[in-house]
């Protein structure tokens, strides 16, 4: 019986590790499609969406069957909690993926204004945090999801900059207001691909830490709370 635990274990470890690469190639394709102009690129990104979808089924079966059945303790049962919800994550970066390759449809090709925006940092820091989140789950390395979720704020100050560039560019001409409505669509895309980021960064530390970090990072990180403050959050949350 432990050994068959174990194999299925392995299993759904070997299917995440297959749809961590497939999303991370989606999203690289992604930002080469705008970079390039690669409209057959962009089709093919949409045309592979299914494959992610049908991993993500998969998954999610696979850890359902071994929390019911398995009855899972300690390590193993806050990896499958963790890994329905970095599955979830995943497929969410899938989808992203395709909101980009969709919406470079609708500009065609690179606005000529692109290099005046924060597209290409974005960009950068998103593939550099996605990248991360996957490798500190490979790894089981808490310092690298550590280093994921602080890069977040970074990114969301960029977003938020990005947003007023781009409002200036369409005031200053009004025949950019489609281009530009529609790169902020995917720079706001790509501010959302760095929160799944962190959010699969703040599963690998449960995993790895047991310790639960959502929504009070920071602070966590910087060691400004203790566990002993639990309680009195809970009576926050009840009052």
Do not use: W
């Not at 432990?2 to 930002?31: G, N, P, W, Y």
């Not at 089924?57 to 059945?69: F, G, S, Y």
């Not at 530009?180 to 720079?187: H, N, W």
């Amino acid at each position: 019986m432990e050994r068959h635990f174990e194999a299925e274990l392995e299993k759904l470890k070997t299917r995440i590790l297959k749809m961590c690469s497939l999303v991370d190639e989606q999203l690289t394709a992604a930002i080469r499609v705008i970079e390039e102009e690669n409209i057959e690129l962009a089709n093919q990104i949409i045309e592979r969406d299914d494959k992610v979808d049908k991993y993500d089924v998969k998954i999610d079966k696979a850890c359902q069957k071994l929390l019911a059945l398995r009855q899972p303790v300690a390590t193993d049962l806050r990896f499958i909690m963790s890994a329905m919800t970095i599955n979830n994550n995943l497929e969410r970066i899938g989808d992203i993926a395709v909101n980009i390759a969709s919406n470079f449809l609708i500009m065609r090709k690179k606005p000529d204004f692109l290099s005046k925006t924060n597209f290409t940092p974005m960009a950068n820091i998103v593939k550099e945090m996605v990248k991360n989140s996957i490798d500190s789950f490979i790894n089981n390395d808490p310092k690298l999801a550590q280093k994921v979720i602080e890069t977040d704020k970074i990114l969301d100050q960029y977003n938020v900059d990005n947003h007023q560039i781009l409002i200036s560019i369409m005031k200053e001409n009004k025949e950019n207001i489609d281009t530009a409505v529609a790169l902020l669509v995917i720079c706001r895309q790509l501010e959302r691909l760095g929160d799944h980021a962190t959010n699969i960064a703040e599963d690998v530390y449960f995993i790895v830490e047991a310790q639960m970090i959502k929504h009070k990072y920071v602070k966590f990180l910087f060691g400004e709370m203790g566990d002993d403050k639990d309680d009195d959050n809970d009576k926050e949350i009840n009052n």
